[in-house]
Structure formats: structure tokens, C-alpha cells
């Protein structure tokens, strides 16, 4: 059964991002047709704003994975232009969240940029921790006047960058889930005709859930080392996103809200969440055996070792895939959308920003390094490098273009939900529930609907008058 | 009339700021932070005086409850398993020849950081990297491939790493209290015609009883504050059945950003185990006194 308001909502949200993602390429398209630099433009240098700062060193800290690899790579060319040194560091996700909250709440300012999920930046901001950039935009000794966001970067950047309607950050990367699957065996003729004969239709990457399972079933050959699928399934950050992608494609949702910064009523034990639930409990069938206690990195290094058939998995995590020193199925896979559900395919959204911190002691070059790596060029060079660029144009070099992610990395940007992840202070607070909740289900410690019921009680707790029940537990 | 000082006060006086300093200082600022809303989870946590709010909310948290059972449960666990398997192994390392050798070998688990040791084992009990785990699953003993994801054999599986940590130390211990505690009783009642089965149970464990437990209280404390394992094996889950104390301190902590709270249930703890120490600890002490 589809809860009537849901679907709507989610089908409005898809459309408001899916168009404004178009409009923004066309905007961006033809801007390029435009002559770019203004007189101010014409006067303005990265050298001559930098110039104060020459000697500075900034800090940025974030997650220890490609895209801030990237970043401390390309850095070394803002190094060399401007003098304004960049130290990176890179810690695990969670502790990496942790870092930079207790540096800046303890007044240490020990950094000048962090990159936070995103989904954190409401409870920075209700707590006065990170600047606003309107003071930097502003500023023509420091602004670029090349440079626009509103038209330069996805729409996403309202939903990543802003709070309130005030800008704060710049996208370090937007991330998105979607089908890996082994390209050699789907196109191995021996399965195509073993996989007809059994099916009924040909072998190919799925279309909907029940495509799904059936492959997964098809594949799923414990005795040769293939895993028909894998969900990632310990109690961590990654349960909680992977887990979403199925919510929402099976009509379900946390809040029903369009907009992440804005509470909506409680809807994650709704019938179509008990659905979405139970069909991702039935995929650890086709898992590896202790998929329960695996993150992301698990979900990687199987999918390297060749063990996985077809999996939903972070974009960023395929530079590492495709790498052929580190994966034995470099140029062996294939990439598509999530499978459709009864809401279509939904793919989530994720990510970090880049936040200046009010105690960071350089504001002003951190600002600078940020807008800087923005631009196009160093944007082409962290995407080559794994990142997940937020910017348009990188997406129409011919390098990026040809690496095989691409274009399905562009599809499902067009196709998600603009409130899959909340930027409310509660948000990291609602994701841990969920990881109970959902950890709690798959390991059958509760029933799928008690599991569901407990976790909107606790979200209920926790945001309070903020919002209601729409199911109350009593009542199912 | 002349008061002569006593010299051992001199020589207490900087061990006794030394305490206030690490232990009472950040105690008290603990337990002014208990009766504040002090945290980082949004604009209200300013750190204004809220009374006995954190406690109330904490004797009706059930999560806490939870965690607080789980700890108990894990310290008495790996706690009894620890003392009886370091007792024999002492005795395997007592009436062996090459006793040396064998020291330098009970002393290597306990010098790993806990960190360290999960990492180890996170690796060992992986169903497809980790030879634990891959043979269980060749050998079609699929829970044995799934150690850490099952709600059954989790809470199990982090007991039994840590008495693989701890045990060789307390056998260690229990090595040198034999060397030099009962070693000589020993012989007088084998002269005096006690078996050995006799000996050990009436002479041996009868000098070293206040000793194993005291060592026992020890380790109880310990591993009733574990954090590592649970942390770095199974983040608490699935669900919450390995979430100990320690771990749902940090959430409320370091997730929630709740350090009022935090502050609060922590004292809570402190209280619940000093009590327990304190009970459980006098008759021992007495004994060892005595003897």
C-alpha cells in the first residue's frame, strides 16, 4: 500500500531537483557561449588576493578516502601560486565527525576548513560554530568575480552549502549510491543462457527489486566465492545510507518533508517502510555470511576481491575499484541505477562540505583555497584524482566523460529525493536510531514492524512538538 | 612542647595533590557538569544549572539500563573465565621445565593495546579474509563465519576475546603468588602426607583465596569499563546486544553530544562500582592483612 502523501511529495522532489539539475547544465552551457570575465574580473587574481596571506599555513580536516586524497594533491598547485600553504588530515568518518566538533566547541582552532557531512551542518550552525560566506562572497578582494555558485555548482549546493537560507559551505564532493555489477559475468554468454533458461529472460543488470533478487539468487554460489549480493550490514553510518536507498524507492521515508532543513511528520514505520525493510532483510540470503558486521570498506574490498556479483555502492569508492594494483576486477564492471520501486529509483545524495570554522585563525585564506578549488580546472583534476565533483562542467571533460562511471554517476544525480539525509541538528542523532533499528531487524532480534515502531518512538523523543506520529505505534 | 612532624607526611603530601589533581579535580568537574545541559547537540546546550534533570532521565533511561546489565554481564563472564584458565595455566607453567620461556609468552597479549587486539581479531573472525572465519564457513559451520554479526554468538565472541587478552597476565600473577606465597607451605604438607589434588585445593587456593579475588576485583572493573573491543568488533550492534556501558556512554557523549547526560550517568556508574568494590573488596583485604 503507497501512503498517499508521500508519493506525491517524493515525485515533486524528483522533478524540482532532476529539472533544476538540467537547467543548471543548460546554464552552465551557456555560459560558456558568454564572455566569462568582467572589468573586475579583468583586475582580480588568485596571486594578487592571496598576497596578505603568502606565508600562511591552512588546516582542512575531513574522512581519509580519495576525494580529500584528491584534495591534498591538487592543493600543491594552489600552494605554489599563492604561498599560502595546506596541510591535510584525514581520519575514519566517524571520528573524523568527532574531531572537528570538539576542536571548534573547545575554542582550539586548530583548523581553518573542515569537510563535514553535510547532514551535520544544522547543528553547526544552530551552534554558532562555522561562518557564514556571505561576508567572503561579498568581498570583491576576495571573491573571484569568475566564479558564481548559484550558477557553477549543482543546485545541490542549496541543500549541502546552505542553512536558512544563508550560504555556509561549499560542496567538497556530491556523492551518490548506485548498482555495481560484474560486467564480465553478465556478459558471459554460458550465464546469459543459463540464466534464461532459468528466468526466463535475459541476463541483465536490474531494473526493479524483484530483477534484483532473482540475480542475486542466480549468482549467489558460496562454494566458488560469489556472492549473489551484499548489504552493508553492521551497526554503522553505512547501514544507515545504504539502507535509505531502498526506503525511499519502496515509498517509504524518515520524515515526510521535501526539505531537508525542515521537520515533517514521522513516517519510518509506515507500511511501505515494513516493506522496504523486509525485502532488504531477504537480500542477506544472498550476502556473505557475516554481512552483518560489514561497513563500506567491507563492501570494497569483496567487491575488489571479485566476490560480489552486484551490490548499491558509493560513487567515490570507484576510483579504488578501478584502480587494477588495488581491484582484480578493474575494467571488469558495469554501473546502473538502482532498481525501481514502487517510488522509482531513488539514489541518495551525500557527502561532505567545506565549512570555515569561527575559530579558524585564517579565514580569509581558507576562503580563498575553497573558492579555488571550485574552478573548473582544479575540479577536472580532484575528479580524475576519485573525486565526485559538484560542478557541472567537470562532468563535459573528455577524461572525466570517459572514465565508465560517468554517465551513470549524471543519472542518478537526476534521480533522487531532495530529503533522503536531514540537515536539521537532529539528523546525526535520527541516523543513529535507524542503525538500532535497522541492526536490530536484519539480525532478527526484532520483528521488522518492532524494530520500525521503536525507532519512530525514539525519533519522536527526540525531536519532540517538532513532529508527529504519523503511525502510531499502538494503532498498526 | 615540641611537636617532632612525622617524616611520612612530608613524603604523602605531593603523592596527595597528585591525586587531587588527576582524580578529584576532573571528579568535581564531572559532577558539576552532571547537573548541567552542557553539549554540543544544539543551541540549548548552553551549560545552565538544570538541578537533578540528568539523573531523573537516567534512572528511567532503559538503553542505560541495557548497557549497565551488558557490562555486568560481560565483567563476571570474562572475569570467571579469565581467573579459572589463568589458574591452570599456572600450574602448567609451574610444574614445567622451561618456566622463562614461558613468561615471556603470558606477557605478550597484555602488552597489546585493546585497540589493537580487536583489529586482530576483526581480521582472524572475517568470513573471507580471516582463517577463523573462512575455514567455519568451508566447513559448513556457518555460524562460526558469522561470529560477529549474529546477535547469539557476538556478546560470546567479545568475551572470549578478551579472556584471550587478559588471561596470560593474571596466570602470570598467579605464577609469581605460587613462586613466592605458597611454595614452601606446599612442601611442609606434602611432608606432612597431603596428596597433591588435596594440597592445591586446601593449602594452595586457601593462601592465594584473598589474592584471586582481589586480582578478580581487578579485572572485574576493568572489563566493566571495556570499550575497545565492542567498539572497533561490533559498534554495539546488532542492535544494541553488545553495547556496554562504556560504548553508550560514548554515544551519548560523542554521538548525541549530550556531555550533561554523559556526565550524569558516568557518575551514576562511579557511584554503582564504588559501592561494589568496596563490599566486595573488604574481606579480602582483611584476609591479606591477617596473614
Not at chain 1, 73 to 87: C, L, M, P, R
Request: proline share 6%; with cysteine; glycine share 8%.
Amino acid at each position: 500500500m503507497k501512503s498517499p502523501r508521500l508519493l506525491p511529495a517524493a515525485s515533486r522532489g524528483i522533478a524540482v531537483l532532476g529539472l533544476a539539475l538540467v537547467c543548471s547544465c543548460e546554464r552552465t552551457t551557456a555560459k560558456r557561449n558568454e564572455p566569462v570575465r568582467t572589468d573586475s574580473t579583468a583586475t582580480w587574481s588568485l596571486a594578487s588576493a592571496a598576497r596578505p596571506y603568502a606565508g600562511t599555513t591552512l588546516r582542512l580536516i575531513g574522512e581519509d578516502y580519495p576525494p580529500l586524497h584528491a584534495i591534498d594533491s591538487v592543493s600543491k598547485i594552489f600552494e605554489a601560486e599563492t604561498g599560502i600553504s595546506v596541510e591535510v588530515e584525514g581520519y575514519e568518518a566517524e571520528q573524523a565527525i568527532q574531531r572537528i566538533t570538539l576542536d571548534i566547541a573547545s575554542g582550539a582552532g586548530r583548523y581553518d576548513m573542515v569537510a563535514q557531512v553535510y547532514f551535520d551542518m544544522g547543528r553547526l550552525v544552530s551552534r554558532d560554530q562555522v561562518l557564514p560566506l556571505t561576508n567572503f562572497l561579498s568581498d570583491p578582494a576576495l571573491r573571484d568575480p569568475s566564479f558564481s555558485p548559484e550558477n557553477d555548482l549543482f543546485p545541490v549546493w542549496r541543500t549541502m552549502g546552505w542553512y536558512d537560507g544563508v550560504p555556509y559551505g561549499f560542496p567538497m564532493m556530491v556523492l551518490t549510491m548506485y548498482t555495481w555489477y560484474r560486467k564480465d559475468l553478465f556478459e558471459d554468454p554460458a550465464e546469459k543462457t543459463r540464466f534464461q533458461a532459468r528466468y526466463g529472460r535475459e541476463l541483465q543488470p536490474a531494473r526493479n527489486w524483484d530483477e534484483y533478487e532473482d540475480i542475486a539468487e542466480f549468482f549467489h554460489r558460496p562454494n566458488q566465492g560469489l556472492y549473489g549480493t551484499l548489504i552493508q550490514g553492521r551497526r554503522h553510518i553505512a547501514l544507515w545510507q545504504e539502507y535509505i536507498n531502498f526506503l525511499y524507492s519502496f515509498g517509504g521515508a524518515i520524515l515526510d518533508t521535501d526539505d531537508p532543513s525542515k521537520y515533517g511528520d514521522i513516517v519510518i514505520n509506515s507500511p511501505q517502510a515494513v516493506a522496504a525493510t523486509e525485502y532488504y532483510k531477504g537480500l542477506l540470503r544472498y550476502s556473505p555470511p557475516d554481512a552483518l558486521s560489514y561497513t563500506w570498506d567491507d563492501a570494497l574490498a569483496l567487491t575488489q576481491q571479485g566476490r560480489v556479483a552486484q551490490l548499491i555502492m558509493w560513487n567515490d569508492a570507484l576510483y579504488s575499484l578501478e584502480d587494477p594494483e588495488q581491484s582484480r576486477v578493474a575494467g571488469k564492471m558495469g554501473y546502473t541505477m538502482i532498481p525501481a520501486g514502487p517510488n522509482g529509483s531513488l539514489h541518495e545524495i551525500g557527502g561532505q562540505s567545506l565549512y570555515i570554522p569561527r575559530t579558524s585563525k585564517n579565514p580569509r585564506a581558507a576562503y580563498l583555497f575553497m573558492q579555488w578549488l571550485m574552478a573548473r580546472e582544479p575540479q577536472i583534476r580532484q575528479q580524475l584524482l576519485g573525486g565526485s565533483s559538484p560542478r557541472p562542467t567537470t562532468y563535459q571533460d573528455p577524461n572525466v566523460l570517459n572514465l565508465p562511471w560517468t554517465r551513470t554517476t549524471l543519472d542518478a544525480f537526476g534521480h533522487t529525493h531532495p530529503a533522503m539525509l536531514y540537515t536539521f541538528p537532529e539528523s546525526m542523532q535520527i541516523g543513529d536510531v535507524l542503525q538500532i533499528a535497522i541492526s536490530d531487524a536484519l539480525a532478527g532480534r526484532k520483528a521488522v514492524r518492532a524494530a520500525l515502531d521503536w525507532a519512530a518512538m525514539e525519533i519522536k523523543r527526540i525531536l519532540g512538538d517538532k513532529a508527529n506520529l504519523r503511525y502510531p505505534p499502538q494503532q498498526n | 612542647m615540641l611537636r617532632i612532624p612525622d617524616p611520612r607526611d612530608s613524603f604523602l603530601k605531593p603523592a596527595k595533590g597528585l591525586i587531587a589533581a588527576t582524580v578529584v579535580l576532573p571528579f568535581l568537574v564531572l559532577l558539576w557538569l552532571s547537573f548541567t545541559n552542557f553539549g554540543f547537540g544544539s543551541a540549548s546546550g548552553s551549560g545552565s544549572y538544570v538541578g537533578l534533570q540528568n539523573y531523573v532521565k537516567g534512572i528511567s533511561d532503559f538503553q542505560f539500563h541495557g548497557s549497565l546489565l551488558r557490562a555486568g554481564e560481560f565483567a563476571i563472564c570474562a572475569t570467571l573465565s579469565e581467573l579459572v584458565l589463568a589458574l591452570l595455566i599456572a600450574e602448567v607453567v609451574i610444574s614445567g621445565r622451561r618456566r622463562h620461556g614461558w613468561l615471556a609468552w603470558l606477557t605478550l597479549p597484555a602488552a597489546i593495546s585493546s585497540v589493537a587486539v580487536a583489529l586482530f581479531w576483526r581480521l582472524l573472525l572475517h568470513s573471507q579474509f580471516g582463517p577463523i572465519g573462512y575455514w567455519a564457513g568451508q566447513f559448513g559451520w556457518h555460524e562460526g563465519a558469522n561470529l560477529l554479526g549474529d546477535a547469539g554468538t557476538a556478546f560470546a565472541t567479545l568475551i572470549t576475546v578478551d579472556v584471550w587478552q587478559w588471561t596470560p597476565l593474571l596466570a602470570l600473577i598467579f605464577v609469581v603468588l605460587r613462586l613466592t606465597q605458597t611454595a614452601s607451605i606446599e612442601d611442609a604438607a606434602r611432608v606432612d602426607g597431603a596428596g597433591p589434588v588435596t594440597t592445591y585445593f586446601t593449602v594452595t587456593l586457601g593462601i592465594l583465596g584473598p589474592w584471586i579475588s582481589l586480582v578478580g576485583l581487578l579485572r572485574f572493573v576493568e572489563a566493566f569499563r571495556e570499550f575497545d573491543k565492542p567498539h572497533v568488533l561490533t559498534s554495539g550492534g546488532p542492535g544494541t546486544s553488545t553495547e556496554l556501558m562504556s560504548l553508550y556512554l560514548w554515544r551519548v557523549a560523542f554521538k548525541d553530544w549530550d556531555f550533561g547526560y554523559a556526565a550524569a550517568l558516568t557518575v551514576i556508574v562511579y557511584g554503582l562500582l564504588l559501592t561494589a568494590v568496596l563490599v566486595a573488596s573488604v574481606p579480602a583485604t582483611r584476609k591479606i592483612d591477617e596473614s
